[in-house]
């Protein structure tokens, strides 16, 4: 026998060199999976793209830190001046224009927030409306920490201040009652992340002084992914109330335990901070500084979305095409059936393709649909054609019962979140004892047992 004809009895007869085509034929397919995993990124950035040029448009997100009281005050600086007659230097004092910021006692908000779809195409975002009601009280300033006098305080021009990290999504004209004056609080150019309202000057601030300044407003705006407020009063009281029902609380403190409620409906939380809760005080001299990291509030979730279900059902397409082509390899070697590696190839191809389709039917529909529909098609196409290559209904069926039992598992595992990584495991675990059990008569020299 020429060496010809034994390297191609070999490469026929021999379970090595069908093992070794099969293996050889799955690194194959990963170039054109790893093709799939890059569109399915590559759709997945598109969305995020869509969905912050939306968010753009409508009010990115919204971050508030007010009302605060700016009192103006004077510091005076010796300054030498050079007399011409004396020939001698003078010493003067040069009054100097700081600012004190002056944080309330009490702080309590009421938001209520409406969320919304917008869509654009094929994509969607999540956006909302806060309705946010501030009341308070400011108490007597104090200006002992810098030992400014009575007379360099200049009252008559102090005013509000607020900051807030998105002024575009502000739906109505935001003033504050003080005593029951109105002053209505305009932007001031600032290049800063947080952009600043400031109203005219307070009336009678000298004359009041002594006692409580009770303070109430209204901010209405346009957000989306978060709202959050940042707590500089001496008691922050928030109540916060949404129709959206995947919320996620975040920021440096999160809401009471009691009272919190979440549903398909909506829900409600309340978050109470006090100032020895935080690492700043009641007021700063000569400069705000910037207070965002200390914020807290509401994340409006948007559960797991299709691109993110497709490309962890992605991560298990080398898993779904080695088993796969393993069940047909056990059974060629089990019953002698010859299968041509062209024939592998053709049913890793049509299991690459289940990822097309699911991306492709997931964007017009939802994941469940395009996961049943894709499943179905891919399955019944596999079983179709393995029933002409293997000519055998018991094969065909242990096919379509182990590509069945394969998506159902994918399915489940994508489906589930704390507990994907135990019943993955499981279901591997089990798979490979099947493996084991239905292939222990194979001779892996050539021969069945007996």
Same mark, same amino acid.
């Given at each position: 026998?020429?060496?010809?004809?034994?390297?191609?009895?070999?490469?026929?007869?021999?379970?090595?060199?069908?093992?070794?085509?099969?293996?050889?034929?799955?690194?194959?397919?990963?170039?054109?999976?790893?093709?799939?995993?890059?569109?399915?990124?590559?759709?997945?950035?598109?969305?995020?793209?869509?969905?912050?040029?939306?968010?753009?448009?409508?009010?990115?997100?919204?971050?508030?830190?007010?009302?605060?009281?700016?009192?103006?005050?004077?510091?005076?600086?010796?300054?030498?001046?050079?007399?011409?007659?004396?020939?001698?230097?003078?010493?003067?004092?040069?009054?100097?224009?700081?600012?004190?910021?002056?944080?309330?006692?009490?702080?309590?908000?009421?938001?209520?927030?409406?969320?919304?779809?917008?869509?654009?195409?094929?994509?969607?975002?999540?956006?909302?409306?806060?309705?946010?009601?501030?009341?308070?009280?400011?108490?007597?300033?104090?200006?002992?920490?810098?030992?400014?006098?009575?007379?360099?305080?200049?009252?008559?021009?102090?005013?509000?201040?607020?900051?807030?990290?998105?002024?575009?999504?502000?739906?109505?004209?935001?003033?504050?009652?003080?005593?029951?004056?109105?002053?209505?609080?305009?932007?001031?150019?600032?290049?800063?992340?947080?952009?600043?309202?400031?109203?005219?000057?307070?009336?009678?601030?000298?004359?009041?002084?002594?006692?409580?300044?009770?303070?109430?407003?209204?901010?209405?705006?346009?957000?989306?992914?978060?709202?959050?407020?940042?707590?500089?009063?001496?008691?922050?009281?928030?109540?916060?109330?949404?129709?959206?029902?995947?919320?996620?609380?975040?920021?440096?403190?999160?809401?009471?335990?009691?009272?919190?409620?979440?549903?398909?409906?909506?829900?409600?939380?309340?978050?109470?901070?006090?100032?020895?809760?935080?690492?700043?005080?009641?007021?700063?001299?000569?400069?705000?500084?910037?207070?965002?990291?200390?914020?807290?509030?509401?994340?409006?979730?948007?559960?797991?979305?299709?691109?993110?279900?497709?490309?962890?059902?992605?991560?298990?397409?080398?898993?779904?095409?080695?088993?796969?082509?393993?069940?047909?390899?056990?059974?060629?070697?089990?019953?002698?059936?010859?299968?041509?590696?062209?024939?592998?190839?053709?049913?890793?191809?049509?299991?690459?393709?289940?990822?097309?389709?699911?991306?492709?039917?997931?964007?017009?529909?939802?994941?469940?649909?395009?996961? %049943?529909? +894709?499943? @179905?098609?891919? &399955?019944? #196409?596999? !079983? /179709?054609?393995?029933? =002409?290559?293997?000519?055998?209904?018991?094969?065909?069926?242990?096919?379509?019962?182990?590509?069945?039992?394969?998506?159902?598992?994918?399915?489940?595992?994508?489906?589930?979140?704390?507990?994907?990584?135990? %019943?993955? +495991?499981? @279901?591997?675990? &089990?798979? #490979?004892? !099947? /493996?084991?059990?239905? =292939?222990?008569?194979?001779?892996?020299?050539?021969?069945?047992?007996?």
């Amino acid at each position: 026998m020429t060496l010809q004809k034994r390297i191609g009895n070999w490469l026929k007869n021999s379970i090595s060199a069908k093992m070794i085509t099969v293996g050889f034929l799955i690194l194959i397919l990963l170039v054109p999976l790893g093709f799939v995993d890059d569109l399915i990124r590559e759709r997945g950035h598109r969305q995020q793209e869509v969905i912050s040029e939306i968010n753009s448009k409508w009010g990115e997100e919204v971050i508030i830190n007010g009302p605060i009281l700016k009192v103006p005050y004077h510091q005076y600086v010796e300054e030498k001046v050079f007399d011409e007659k004396t020939k001698t230097f003078l010493k003067t004092e040069k009054a100097v224009r700081h600012e004190a910021y002056f944080f309330p006692d009490e702080l309590h908000i009421n938001s209520n927030v409406t969320t919304q779809p917008l869509e654009r195409g094929i994509y969607k975002s999540v956006v909302y409306t806060s309705n946010s009601d501030l009341k308070g009280v400011f108490s007597n300033p104090s200006f002992k920490e810098m030992e400014v006098g009575e007379e360099d305080i200049l009252w008559d021009k102090a005013t509000i201040v607020y900051q807030v990290s998105n002024l575009k999504g502000i739906r109505n004209t935001v003033a504050i009652n003080l005593n029951n004056q109105r002053y209505d609080l305009k932007p001031k150019f600032d290049n800063a992340y947080m952009n600043t309202l400031e109203s005219d000057f307070i009336l009678d601030l000298e004359e009041i002084q002594n006692s409580t300044l009770d303070f109430e407003s209204n901010i209405t705006i346009n957000g989306s992914n978060r709202l959050q407020y940042v707590p500089i009063g001496k008691e922050t009281i928030v109540a916060m109330k949404s129709n959206w029902h995947s919320p996620s609380f975040n920021g440096n403190f999160l809401p009471d335990t009691e009272g919190k409620k979440i549903s398909k409906n909506g829900f409600e939380a309340r978050w109470k901070v006090l100032e020895t809760n935080r690492r700043f005080g009641q007021s700063f001299f000569d400069h705000l500084p910037d207070l965002t990291e200390f914020a807290f509030g509401t994340e409006f979730l948007v559960p797991v979305d299709d691109y993110q279900k497709t490309s962890r059902t992605s991560k298990y397409g080398f898993m779904i095409i080695g088993l796969t082509l393993l069940v047909f390899l056990l059974i060629q070697i089990s019953s002698k059936i010859s299968i041509h590696p062209f024939q592998y190839l053709m049913i890793g191809l049509a299991l690459v393709l289940f990822y097309t389709l699911l991306i492709s039917i997931s964007e017009h529909k939802n994941y469940l649909f395009a996961y %049943v529909v +894709s499943g @179905g098609a891919i &399955v019944s #196409l596999i !079983t /179709i054609y393995s029933r =002409s290559i293997l000519k055998n209904r018991k094969f065909t069926l242990l096919v379509l019962g182990s590509m069945l039992g394969l998506y159902s598992f994918i399915f489940v595992i994508i489906q589930l979140e704390d507990y994907a990584l135990l %019943v993955g +495991s499981i @279901g591997l675990f &089990v798979i #490979l004892a !099947t /493996i084991m059990y239905t =292939s222990r008569k194979i001779d892996w020299s050539g021969q069945l047992e007996d």
